[in-house]
Protein backbone atom coordinates (compact mmCIF):
# COMPACT_ATOMS: atom_id res chain seq x y z
CA UNK A 1 0.00 0.00 0.00
CA UNK A 2 2.23 2.64 -0.97
CA UNK A 3 0.90 6.31 -0.58
CA UNK A 4 2.61 9.21 -2.56
CA UNK A 5 2.34 12.09 0.14
CA UNK A 6 3.64 14.74 -2.54
CA UNK A 7 0.31 14.90 -4.33
CA UNK A 8 -1.27 18.13 -3.96
CA UNK A 9 -4.05 16.41 -2.38
CA UNK A 10 -2.21 14.80 0.18
CA UNK A 11 -0.72 17.68 0.68
CA UNK A 12 -3.27 19.63 1.03
CA UNK A 13 -3.85 18.00 4.66
CA UNK A 14 -0.33 19.18 5.93
CA UNK A 15 0.35 16.02 8.04
CA UNK A 16 3.33 16.06 10.06
CA UNK A 17 6.56 14.28 8.44
CA UNK A 18 6.06 11.61 11.54
CA UNK A 19 2.79 11.03 10.87
CA UNK A 20 3.27 10.49 7.49
CA UNK A 21 6.35 7.72 8.44
CA UNK A 22 4.41 5.70 10.68
CA UNK A 23 1.54 5.68 8.23
CA UNK A 24 4.12 4.32 5.56
CA UNK A 25 5.35 1.17 8.24
CA UNK A 26 4.59 -2.54 7.44
CA UNK A 27 1.40 -3.98 9.58
CA UNK A 28 -2.42 -4.02 9.27
CA UNK A 29 -4.22 -0.57 8.83
CA UNK A 30 -5.75 -0.16 12.65
CA UNK A 31 -2.39 -0.75 13.57
CA UNK A 32 -0.51 2.00 11.69
CA UNK A 33 -3.13 4.38 12.17
CA UNK A 34 -2.38 4.15 16.46
CA UNK A 35 1.22 4.34 15.87
CA UNK A 36 0.49 7.39 13.75
CA UNK A 37 -2.12 9.00 16.07
CA UNK A 38 0.26 11.31 18.62
CA UNK A 39 -2.36 11.59 21.10
CA UNK A 40 -5.57 12.68 19.13
CA UNK A 41 -8.75 11.56 20.84
CA UNK A 42 -9.27 8.36 18.94
CA UNK A 43 -8.19 4.96 18.34
CA UNK A 44 -8.67 2.23 15.73
CA UNK A 45 -9.78 -1.58 16.25
CA UNK A 46 -9.97 -4.51 13.45
CA UNK A 47 -13.11 -4.00 11.81
CA UNK A 48 -13.93 -7.81 13.24
CA UNK A 49 -14.27 -6.15 16.60
CA UNK A 50 -17.63 -4.73 15.55
CA UNK A 51 -20.47 -6.43 16.89
CA UNK A 52 -23.07 -7.71 14.46
CA UNK A 53 -25.94 -6.24 16.61
CA UNK A 54 -24.20 -2.59 17.08
CA UNK A 55 -24.27 -0.11 13.96
CA UNK A 56 -21.05 1.31 12.80
CA UNK A 57 -21.54 5.07 14.24
CA UNK A 58 -23.57 3.95 17.42
CA UNK A 59 -20.53 1.59 18.00
CA UNK A 60 -17.81 4.86 17.77
CA UNK A 61 -19.77 6.82 19.63
CA UNK A 62 -19.85 4.50 22.81
CA UNK A 63 -16.20 3.07 22.86
CA UNK A 64 -14.09 6.03 21.14
CA UNK A 65 -12.78 3.35 18.55
CA UNK A 66 -12.99 3.32 15.10
CA UNK A 67 -13.65 0.05 13.04
CA UNK A 68 -11.20 -0.59 10.20
CA UNK A 69 -10.72 -2.82 7.42
CA UNK A 70 -7.48 -3.47 6.23
CA UNK A 71 -8.16 -1.07 2.81
CA UNK A 72 -6.65 2.03 1.54
CA UNK A 73 -10.71 3.36 1.61
CA UNK A 74 -10.03 2.65 5.58
CA UNK A 75 -7.19 3.88 5.42
CA UNK A 76 -8.05 7.33 4.56
CA UNK A 77 -10.47 7.01 6.66
CA UNK A 78 -8.15 6.75 9.59
CA UNK A 79 -6.14 9.53 8.28
CA UNK A 80 -8.91 12.32 8.19
CA UNK A 81 -9.92 11.31 11.85
CA UNK A 82 -6.16 11.81 12.69
CA UNK A 83 -6.06 15.07 10.79
CA UNK A 84 -9.72 16.25 11.49
CA UNK A 85 -11.14 14.80 15.03
CA UNK A 86 -13.38 17.30 16.12
CA UNK A 87 -15.10 17.57 12.73
CA UNK A 88 -15.05 13.33 12.29
CA UNK A 89 -16.33 13.49 15.85
CA UNK A 90 -19.27 16.02 15.13
CA UNK A 91 -20.37 13.75 11.73
CA UNK A 92 -20.30 10.51 14.08
CA UNK A 93 -22.33 13.02 16.87
CA UNK A 94 -25.12 13.59 13.78
CA UNK A 95 -25.27 10.97 12.56
CA UNK A 96 -25.95 8.70 16.01
CA UNK A 97 -28.47 11.74 16.57
CA UNK A 98 -30.34 11.10 13.77
CA UNK A 99 -30.15 7.46 14.10
CA UNK A 100 -32.07 8.12 17.41
CA UNK A 101 -34.82 9.18 15.15
CA UNK A 102 -36.10 6.32 13.20
CA UNK A 103 -37.72 7.46 9.79
CA UNK A 104 -41.02 6.10 8.77
CA UNK A 105 -39.79 5.56 5.31
CA UNK A 106 -37.14 3.95 6.45
CA UNK A 107 -34.54 6.28 4.46
CA UNK A 108 -31.06 8.16 5.91
CA UNK A 109 -32.76 11.77 5.75
CA UNK A 110 -31.21 15.05 4.33
CA UNK A 111 -29.01 15.21 7.35
CA UNK A 112 -27.14 12.19 7.02
CA UNK A 113 -27.22 12.37 3.40
CA UNK A 114 -25.55 15.71 3.59
CA UNK A 115 -23.00 13.96 6.15
CA UNK A 116 -22.61 11.37 4.24
CA UNK A 117 -21.67 13.42 0.90
CA UNK A 118 -19.19 15.34 3.11
CA UNK A 119 -17.61 12.69 5.00
CA UNK A 120 -16.74 10.66 1.31
CA UNK A 121 -16.40 13.61 -0.86
CA UNK A 122 -15.93 16.81 0.92
CA UNK A 123 -13.44 19.66 1.27
CA UNK A 124 -12.67 23.36 2.27
CA UNK A 125 -11.77 25.89 -0.46
CA UNK A 126 -10.38 29.34 0.36
CA UNK A 127 -10.17 31.49 -2.39
CA UNK A 128 -10.90 35.07 -3.73
CA UNK A 129 -14.45 36.49 -4.23
CA UNK A 130 -13.74 36.43 -8.04
CA UNK A 131 -12.85 33.00 -8.38
CA UNK A 132 -16.47 31.93 -5.93
CA UNK A 133 -18.76 33.78 -8.21
CA UNK A 134 -16.98 32.38 -11.21
CA UNK A 135 -17.54 28.79 -9.51
CA UNK A 136 -20.76 28.90 -8.29
CA UNK A 137 -21.80 29.78 -11.70
CA UNK A 138 -20.13 27.45 -13.26
CA UNK A 139 -18.32 29.47 -15.73
CA UNK A 140 -15.72 26.77 -15.92
CA UNK A 141 -13.36 28.63 -18.30
CA UNK A 142 -13.65 31.59 -16.52
CA UNK A 143 -12.73 29.85 -13.21
CA UNK A 144 -9.67 28.13 -14.38
CA UNK A 145 -8.63 30.43 -17.23
CA UNK A 146 -9.28 33.41 -17.41
CA UNK A 147 -8.67 34.20 -13.37
CA UNK A 148 -6.19 30.96 -13.28
CA UNK A 149 -3.54 33.09 -11.73
CA UNK A 150 -5.78 33.75 -9.08
CA UNK A 151 -5.45 30.72 -8.27
CA UNK A 152 -2.31 31.41 -6.52
CA UNK A 153 -4.29 33.13 -3.27
CA UNK A 154 -6.57 29.96 -2.68
CA UNK A 155 -6.30 26.94 -1.01
CA UNK A 156 -8.23 23.44 -1.48
CA UNK A 157 -8.12 20.84 1.78
CA UNK A 158 -9.32 18.13 0.53
CA UNK A 159 -11.67 16.11 3.68
CA UNK A 160 -13.59 13.13 1.91
CA UNK A 161 -11.61 9.89 2.74
CA UNK A 162 -13.77 8.29 -0.70
CA UNK A 163 -12.57 11.53 -2.59
CA UNK A 164 -8.64 10.38 -1.43
CA UNK A 165 -8.83 7.11 -2.02
CA UNK A 166 -9.75 8.11 -5.64
CA UNK A 167 -7.16 10.37 -6.31
CA UNK A 168 -4.74 8.08 -4.84
CA UNK A 169 -5.83 4.91 -7.42
CA UNK A 170 -7.42 6.05 -10.14
CA UNK A 171 -6.98 9.79 -10.70
CA UNK A 172 -9.28 11.18 -13.14
CA UNK A 173 -10.96 14.24 -14.56
CA UNK A 174 -14.62 13.92 -13.48
CA UNK A 175 -14.15 13.41 -9.72
CA UNK A 176 -15.91 16.01 -8.24
CA UNK A 177 -15.49 17.71 -4.34
CA UNK A 178 -18.29 18.68 -2.52
CA UNK A 179 -16.91 22.30 -0.97
CA UNK A 180 -17.60 24.25 1.65
CA UNK A 181 -16.87 27.57 1.84
CA UNK A 182 -13.84 29.56 4.06
CA UNK A 183 -14.42 33.21 3.83
CA UNK A 184 -10.80 33.22 5.97
CA UNK A 185 -7.34 31.30 4.53
CA UNK A 186 -7.78 27.89 6.98
CA UNK A 187 -5.15 27.83 9.01
CA UNK A 188 -3.65 24.60 10.06
CA UNK A 189 -3.74 24.62 13.48
CA UNK A 190 -8.08 25.98 13.60
CA UNK A 191 -9.07 23.70 10.69
CA UNK A 192 -10.54 21.43 12.25
CA UNK A 193 -11.97 23.45 14.47
CA UNK A 194 -13.92 25.34 11.66
CA UNK A 195 -14.84 22.62 9.80
CA UNK A 196 -16.63 21.01 12.76
CA UNK A 197 -18.36 24.55 13.03
CA UNK A 198 -19.30 24.21 10.16
CA UNK A 199 -20.94 20.92 10.59
CA UNK A 200 -22.62 22.14 13.82
CA UNK A 201 -25.66 23.06 12.30
CA UNK A 202 -27.86 20.11 11.51
CA UNK A 203 -30.57 22.34 9.69
CA UNK A 204 -27.85 24.02 7.40
CA UNK A 205 -26.22 20.83 6.26
CA UNK A 206 -30.25 19.21 5.24
CA UNK A 207 -30.05 21.91 2.41
CA UNK A 208 -26.66 20.48 1.87
CA UNK A 209 -24.38 23.67 1.92
CA UNK A 210 -21.71 22.24 -0.56
CA UNK A 211 -20.41 24.00 -4.01
CA UNK A 212 -19.31 21.05 -6.34
CA UNK A 213 -15.40 21.37 -7.68
CA UNK A 214 -13.97 19.22 -10.32
CA UNK A 215 -10.77 18.83 -8.15
CA UNK A 216 -8.55 18.08 -11.17
CA UNK A 217 -9.32 21.23 -13.09
CA UNK A 218 -7.59 23.41 -9.73
CA UNK A 219 -4.00 24.34 -11.40
CA UNK A 220 -1.37 22.42 -10.29
CA UNK A 221 -3.12 19.85 -9.46
CA UNK A 222 -3.29 17.68 -12.66
CA UNK A 223 -0.90 18.26 -15.71
CA UNK A 224 -3.37 17.46 -18.16
CA UNK A 225 -5.28 21.06 -17.22
CA UNK A 226 -2.06 22.96 -18.28
CA UNK A 227 -3.93 22.93 -21.80
CA UNK A 228 -7.08 25.01 -22.08
CA UNK A 229 -8.97 22.19 -23.57
CA UNK A 230 -9.09 20.34 -20.78
CA UNK A 231 -11.79 22.68 -19.59
CA UNK A 232 -13.93 22.29 -22.90
CA UNK A 233 -15.00 18.66 -21.41
CA UNK A 234 -19.09 19.31 -20.85
CA UNK A 235 -19.30 16.07 -19.73
CA UNK A 236 -17.54 17.20 -16.62
CA UNK A 237 -17.35 21.14 -16.81
CA UNK A 238 -21.27 21.71 -17.17
CA UNK A 239 -22.35 24.80 -17.48
CA UNK A 240 -24.87 26.10 -15.34
CA UNK A 241 -28.75 25.36 -16.25
CA UNK A 242 -29.73 28.02 -18.90
CA UNK A 243 -26.56 28.97 -19.48
CA UNK A 244 -24.75 29.12 -22.97
CA UNK A 245 -21.70 27.05 -23.79
CA UNK A 246 -19.23 29.74 -25.17
CA UNK A 247 -15.43 27.98 -26.71
Given at each position: ?16 A ?13 E ?13 V ?21 P ?5 H ?64 R ?55 W ?53
Amino acid sequence: MHVDWATPWLCSLSLPAAMQEALGRHGAVAERLNAANGGQPCAFVDDSGLPADRGYEQFIRSTGTIPTRDNLHDFFNGVVWLRFPRAKARINELHVAELARPRSDGRRGPVRDALTVFDENGAALHAPPALWDALTHRQWHRLFVDLRPLWREARLVVFGHALLEQLATAPRKPLTAHVLRADAPPADAALDGWLAGQLADARRLAAKPFTPLPVLGVPGWWPASEDAAFYGDTAVFRPARGAQVTA
